[in-house]
């Protein structure tokens, strides 16, 4: 069974960095899409980035330019290095492996099977 642990997560000011890790273990890292993705309280999950498993990125237009994703398939990691946070972009991260995609209108919607638990980012002054 796949399973992510994520890190990195913690407060930062608007304009501010942070970078967040998820390590995978139990499946074949390698072989699969991997996928951010941000969710609020009271709100369904947001799709924030992509990587395929030939490394083809993809990402949501709120980021486009701020975030960037990376994966180590030596070492199951995936990283999400944020910039020029905004106070829009709190919310809890968590990284999961994609069983199913599909571009709706161009835009990118991703189904995922396991996920980790999330790390939360909170932007404000």
């Known amino acids: 069974e796949g399973q992510f642990v994520e890190s990195g997560g913690g407060m930062a000011q608007p304009g501010g960095s942070l970078r967040l890790s998820c390590t995978a273990s139990?499946?074949?890292?390698?072989?699969?899409?991997i996928v951010w993705v941000r969710q609020t309280p009271g709100k369904g999950p947001e799709w924030v980035s992509s990587?395929?498993?030939?490394?083809?990125?993809h990402y949501a237009e709120s980021v486009k330019g701020r975030f960037t994703i990376i994966r180590d398939n030596a070492r199951n990691n995936l990283t999400l290095q944020m910039n020029a946070l905004k106070s829009t972009d709190t919310a809890l991260y968590f990284c999961?492996?994609?069983?199913?995609?599909?571009?709706?209108?161009?835009?990118?919607?991703?189904?995922?099977?396991?996920r980790g638990q999330g790390t939360q980012v909170t932007v404000s002054s």
């Open positions: 139990g499946f074949s890292f390698g072989g699969y899409d």
């Open positions: 990587i395929s498993a030939s490394g083809d990125t």
């Open positions: 999961a492996r994609v069983s199913f995609s599909s571009f709706l209108g161009g835009v990118y919607n991703p189904t995922w099977d396991y």
